[in-house]
Nanobody, 121 residues
Framework: QVQLVESGGGLVQPGGSLRLSCAASGRIFSFNRMGWYRQVPGKERELVAAIISGGLTNYADSVKGRFTISRENAKNTVFLQMNSLKPEDTAVYYC???????????????WGQGTQVTVSS
């Protein structure tokens, strides 16, 4: 079982910035895809940003130009830099990873427990 642990959430004023981190540990051969999702009570979890093994990224339209996803491969960590935060960004942010855990291609889908981001004045 691969473990994902998020950190970096908190309270920030509109227009401010936060940087989320997600550290992966356990049996990891390679990262196929990693991403950040967010969810508010009563709503579906939505994709915020994702990065695949080749380095390609995609973002929700609502965060393009404000958020940046990146990976630190040597540390098995993915980051989400969030700038120009808006109250609408308030949510629990979850790290997701689709990870190849063996050299013959076994794949696990993993979720972190989430970190709260609150954007409020």
């Amino acid at each position: 079982q691969v473990q994902l642990v998020e950190s970096g959430g908190g309270l920030v004023q509109p227009g401010g910035s936060l940087r989320l981190s997600c550290a992966a540990s356990g049996r990891i051969f390679s990262f196929n895809r990693m991403g950040w999702y967010r969810q508010v009570p009563g709503k579906e979890r939505e994709l915020v940003a994702a990065i695949i093994s080749g380095g390609l990224t995609n973002y929700a339209d609502s965060v393009k130009g404000r958020f940046t996803i990146s990976r630190e491969n040597a540390k098995n960590t993915v980051f989400l830099q969030m700038n120009s935060l808006k109250p609408e960004d308030t949510a629990v942010y979850y790290c997701y990873a689709r990870i190849t855990v063996t050299d013959w291609g076994k794949v696990d889908d993993c979720w972190g427990q989430g970190t709260q981001v609150t954007v409020s004045s």
